[in-house]
């Protein structure tokens, strides 16, 4: 076991990666003795970190944060459904699940041109990074070459791009990878344990042999998952485990809260309390320091309070714009209200020679 909290939660002894060392100059604050070592994150390390008295996790993720990154900025990703509903997965969770009556019209796969549009829209909203999603299980052929394009030309415009089409076939990845692709998404979705009960037209071996791929093409890996499905903290510490022990881990993480939605089997599951929430954002600054954690789906629901409560948690990038896929999320307006009286700034384009996305 990584971590090991006596009784009276106090004084903990945390053992963290190296990468993870907190500076000698941090005022004792806390009586959390960090120790380092590059052992692997086990799940009751990470559920004792979730556990850990809320001000001392937001204390150390603060400082896992300001040792990566500009306290204060917060990257800018706008997403586009490029290719909407329809899909054959079952994931219990998703409104486009053709199985699903939740509403949603299918719409076949956009024009480039119209792609190529919207991304030029979200780059003059102050976008820096642009996301196409497509309700496949995985892309064929033909569809891929048209997205290779878009990808092309939307990477001409300056804008880092993304595009998450689900499982990636042979090749695949390398034409992705050529077109100028700079992440690709695809989700742990949430604790192998549960896997089945959420899904099960795929398994997870089936997202990690992706990820796989887009790793040996050289594209960064943005891989997250979603909470707010009925499960349970230690649930939440497996798959965060799980994507910190990722080699290596994700550039880009995604922490999405479940959009409820009619229709789907997971519509009508308890809320998840915003301090977990919180806290997962936490421990997955904390486990994948150098990774922007971004405050994905579910911010429509979420108070002003908590979202602030994320970015001191270390998460550092949200979606922006008024549609996630086929869910609301909030307008640039609100978002660029929040901004101002946080005094957080977006982040300019990063680097990606550097790897972390
Ligand atoms: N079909 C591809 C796949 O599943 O990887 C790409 C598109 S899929 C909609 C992208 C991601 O959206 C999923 O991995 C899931 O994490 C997220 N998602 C879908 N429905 C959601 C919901 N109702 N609430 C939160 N996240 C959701
Ligand atoms: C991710 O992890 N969250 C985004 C993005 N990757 C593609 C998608 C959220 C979708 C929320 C439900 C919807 O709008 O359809
Ligand atoms: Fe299809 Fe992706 Fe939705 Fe699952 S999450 S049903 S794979 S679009």
């Given at each position: 076991?990584?971590?090991?909290?006596?009784?009276?939660?106090?004084?903990?002894?945390?053992?963290?990666?190296t990468?993870h060392?907190?500076?000698?100059?941090?005022?004792?604050?806390?009586?959390?003795?960090?120790?380092?070592?590059?052992?692997?994150?086990?799940?009751?390390?990470?559920?004792?970190?979730l556990?850990?008295?809320?001000?001392?996790?937001?204390?150390?993720?603060?400082?896992?944060h300001?040792?990566h990154?500009?306290a204060?900025?917060?990257?800018?990703?706008?997403?586009?459904?490029?290719?909407t509903?329809?899909?054959?997965e079952?994931?219990?969770?998703?409104?486009?699940?053709?199985?699903?009556?939740?509403?949603?019209?299918?719409?076949a796969?956009?024009?480039?041109?119209?792609?190529?549009?919207?991304?030029?829209?979200?780059?003059?909203?102050?976008a820096?990074r642009?996301?196409?999603?497509?309700?496949?299980?995985?892309p064929?052929?033909?569809?891929?070459?048209?997205?290779?394009?878009?990808?092309?030309?939307?990477?001409?415009?300056?804008?880092?791009?993304?595009?998450?089409?689900g499982?990636?076939?042979?090749?695949?990845?390398?034409?992705?990878?050529?077109?100028?692709?700079?992440y690709?998404?695809?989700?742990?979705?949430?604790?192998p344990?549960?896997?089945?009960?959420?899904?099960?037209?795929?398994e997870?071996?089936?997202?990690?042999?992706?990820?796989?791929?887009?790793?040996?093409?050289?594209?960064?890996?943005?891989c997250?998952g979603i909470?707010?499905?009925?499960?349970?903290?230690?649930?939440?510490a497996?798959?965060?485990?799980?994507?910190?022990?990722?080699d290596?881990?994700?550039?880009?993480?995604?922490?999405?809260?479940?959009?409820?939605?009619?229709?789907?089997?997971?519509?009508?599951?308890?809320?998840?309390?915003?301090?977990?929430?919180?806290?997962?954002?936490?421990?997955?600054?904390?486990?994948m320091?150098?990774?922007?954690?971004?405050l994905?789906?579910?911010?429509?629901?979420m108070?002003?309070?908590?979202?602030?409560?994320?970015?001191?948690?270390?998460a550092?990038?949200?979606?922006?714009?008024?549609k996630?896929?086929?869910?609301?999320?909030?307008?640039?307006?609100?978002?660029?209200?929040?901004?101002d009286k946080?005094?957080?700034?977006?982040?300019?384009?990063r680097?990606n020679?550097s790897?972390?996305?």
């Open positions: 076991m990584n971590c090991r909290f006596p009784d009276h939660l106090r004084q903990a002894t945390i053992r963290i990666p990468d060392i907190m500076p000698d100059s941090a005022p004792a604050l806390t009586q959390i003795k960090v120790v380092t070592d590059p052992a692997r994150w086990s799940a009751s390390g990470v559920k004792a970190l556990s850990t008295s809320f001000g001392d996790l937001m204390y150390q993720a603060q400082q896992v300001r040792q990154f500009s204060n900025e917060v990257q800018l990703s706008t997403l586009l459904s490029i290719k509903g329809g899909c054959p079952d994931c219990g969770y998703c409104p486009q699940a053709a199985r699903y009556h939740t509403g949603v019209d299918n719409e796969l956009m024009l480039i041109d119209a792609v190529v549009d919207a991304a030029r829209t979200a780059k003059l909203n102050g820096s642009f996301c196409m999603g497509a309700a496949w299980r995985g064929k052929q033909r569809d891929l070459e048209k997205v290779a394009q878009m990808v092309r030309e939307v990477k001409a415009l300056g804008l880092e791009t993304c595009a998450t089409l499982m990636l076939g042979k090749g695949q990845a390398e034409q992705l990878k050529d077109a100028g692709l700079d690709y998404n695809n989700n742990l979705d949430t604790d344990a549960l896997y089945g009960e959420i899904i099960t037209t795929r997870q071996a089936d997202r990690l042999d992706t990820l796989h791929k887009v790793r040996t093409a050289g594209i960064h890996v943005c997250g909470v707010g499905m009925g499960e349970t903290r230690a649930n939440r497996a798959l965060i485990a799980e994507l910190a022990n990722l290596p881990y994700p550039e880009s993480v995604p922490i999405n809260n479940l959009v409820q939605v009619k229709g789907t089997p997971l519509h009508g599951t308890p809320e998840l309390d915003p301090f977990e929430f919180v806290r997962t954002i936490a421990a997955a600054r904390i486990t320091p150098r990774a922007m954690v971004r994905s789906a579910g911010r429509e629901t108070s002003e309070q908590t979202q602030a409560l994320c970015f001191l948690a270390g550092n990038s949200i979606f922006y714009g008024e996630l896929l086929t869910t609301a999320n909030p307008v640039a307006d609100r978002d660029r209200v929040l901004f946080l005094g957080i700034r977006p982040m300019e384009m680097d020679s790897g972390g996305g």
